[in-house]
């Protein structure tokens, strides 16, 4: 591990110097892309260099405390120090997992019904707004970019994308199957049903970090449907996107210019074709260790919202939450907290597997 971090250190001097060359900074797009490297790696290094003081310190104290009048001091300075070691060496394996170089990009969410037919619906609507208030109490913002909604007011699908700080890196655990338990509105007996909607989050991608050919593109246009005022109707402003080699439709109906729908459309088409292909790259790679939590495999069943019990059960980690309320009205950030935790376990696992590989 120190091997690495000496490595990391000496990178980060390197960097140092070279933001501060006027010819770099001449060449706008390199000194972004040193600086954001710079920045990635500046936690670590300032973490080392509190160990390495903390050792320093330590082993000075020790030499002191040869002296009967320093002694007392010289030992109060020495156990401080020495114990302040293994919290920060903690501190430093953690800080030395790959970062996902997608988490501090924005996200587009779809949410759609699933098994439960209007229940389903209601419910996928019922996630939306969690996720809207979620949004909301971390000053996000969030632009619905498509939606099918049903005569009850659920969705039959809706996407949407929030922009803000660190939104992926919040919500990508979100990905996969919820599950709800409860005595649906449509029911007159008061039975209890179990209906599911699936979520997908995906990280928003720039032009440069998937190509796309123009020529691949087949674009239609018709009139959007649904709640809008009179203006959806008279125009045909949706717009529908076909990418002809993977066959991958998307659509976007929300906005009143057919420009702007084609803008959204695009952003939703980078999207989900850069997560084909990274889970494509994912299922290649031979991992020491097999991702409990990771950002979901879209067919599994990642957490139950049981009604009746007022709890909500992350399936992944085993954690359950009993303040349905406050969960559904955007209360997320314990359950997520929870599931970064864990997710950093198993990657800290996994990276010490390595570590005991290659020493064998």
Request: with cysteine.
């Amino acid at each position: 591990m120190f091997d690495k971090l000496e490595a990391v250190e000496k990178r980060y001097e390197e960097l140092t110097k070279m933001i501060s060359d006027p010819e770099v900074i001449s060449d706008h797009s390199e000194w972004q892309k040193l600086m954001k490297e710079h920045s990635s790696i500046e936690d670590v290094v300032l973490k080392y260099r509190e160990y390495k003081e903390a050792k320093k310190r330590m082993e000075e104290a020790k030499e002191m405390m040869e002296d009967k009048e320093l002694k007392e001091l010289a030992e109060i300075d020495y156990y401080e120090n020495k114990d302040k070691l293994p919290k920060i060496e903690e501190e430093l394996k953690v800080l030395l997992i790959p970062k996902d170089p997608n988490d501090d990009k924005n996200i587009i969410c779809e949410i759609r019904g699933g098994a439960g037919g209007e229940e389903a619906a209601l419910f996928a609507g019922t996630l939306f707004r969690m996720y809207s208030m979620y949004a909301e109490r971390k000053h996000w913002k969030l632009e619905v970019l498509n939606e099918n909604e049903t005569e009850l007011g659920g969705f039959k699908e809706i996407s949407f994308m929030i922009t803000g700080k660190g939104a992926y890196s919040r919500l990508k655990f979100e990905s996969g199957v919820h599950r709800v338990q409860r005595v649906p509105d449509t029911e007159s007996s008061g039975r209890i049903h179990t209906s599911t909607a699936t979520v997908a989050v995906l990280p928003v991608v720039e032009d440069v970090e998937i190509d796309i050919n123009p020529a691949d593109i087949k674009m239609e246009v018709f009139r959007a449907s649904g709640a809008g005022g009179q203006h959806i109707n008279k125009t045909s402003s949706a717009v529908r996107l076909i990418h002809v080699p993977t066959g991958m439709v998307v659509e976007c109906q929300t906005e009143r210019s057919q420009f702007q729908n084609r803008e959204y459309a695009m952003k939703l088409l980078r999207s989900r074709l850069y997560e084909q292909e990274k889970q494509k790259q994912d299922s290649q790679i031979a991992n020491a260790r097999k991702t409990q939590v990771g950002s979901g495999d879209r067919s599994e069943k990642i957490r139950t919202y049981n009604y009746p019990q007022g709890r909500i059960t992350d399936h992944r980690i085993g954690f359950s939450i009993f303040q349905m309320e406050n969960f559904l009205n955007g209360d997320l950030d314990e359950m997520i907290d929870n599931l970064i935790a864990a997710d950093r376990a198993e990657k800290l696992k996994g990276e010490e597997d390595i570590e005991i590989t290659r020493e064998k």
